[in-house]
């Protein structure tokens, strides 16, 4: 898992070089998701992606054991936030909520979409870094 955040972290800080984000990321080494590299990916990337796009400049991404089964991944960032009476709208296959922003407003649905494949969840909430907070909860591999 912390070999799939620094690799996400280094090329997402690459494409919003222009934008200086910074992306600090913590992760146990011998924490592992119970389920396809490719899927860890698209659940992180898209969750990263979609904070860095919005964030002012800096996103943090943290992932801690919950007991024997689970992770808890969350994802934050210091842009505007959403507010919760919108949040369900935008995990809805391409719901854009600024169609001034590019993208295809399908990330955070991918997120939801494959969670609850691997019969986790996701919650959307508010950052303490002032922006919006993902946090999913995902099954957990023995390390």
Request: net charge negative; hydrophobic share 35%.
């Amino acid at each position: 898992m912390s070999e799939v955040l620094d690799e996400l972290a280094r090329t997402l800080e690459r494409i919003f070089r222009d934008k200086g984000v910074q992306i600090d990321w913590d992760a146990p080494d011998d924490l592992f998701f119970l389920g396809e590299r490719q899927d860890f990916m698209e659940i992180a990337g898209n969750g990263m992606e979609n904070a860095g796009k919005w964030c002012k400049g800096r996103v943090r991404v943290r992932a801690v054991p919950e007991g024997e089964t689970h992770l808890t991944l969350t994802i934050e960032d210091d842009g505007p936030g959403l507010p919760p009476e919108r949040r369900d709208e935008v995990l809805k296959r391409g719901a854009r909520l600024d169609e001034s922003a590019p993208g295809s407003g399908l990330g955070l649905s991918i997120v939801d979409e494959l969670a609850r494949a691997y019969r986790g969840s996701l919650i959307l909430g508010d950052s303490t870094m002032g922006g919006l907070m993902l946090t999913l909860h995902l099954p957990r591999a023995e390390g």
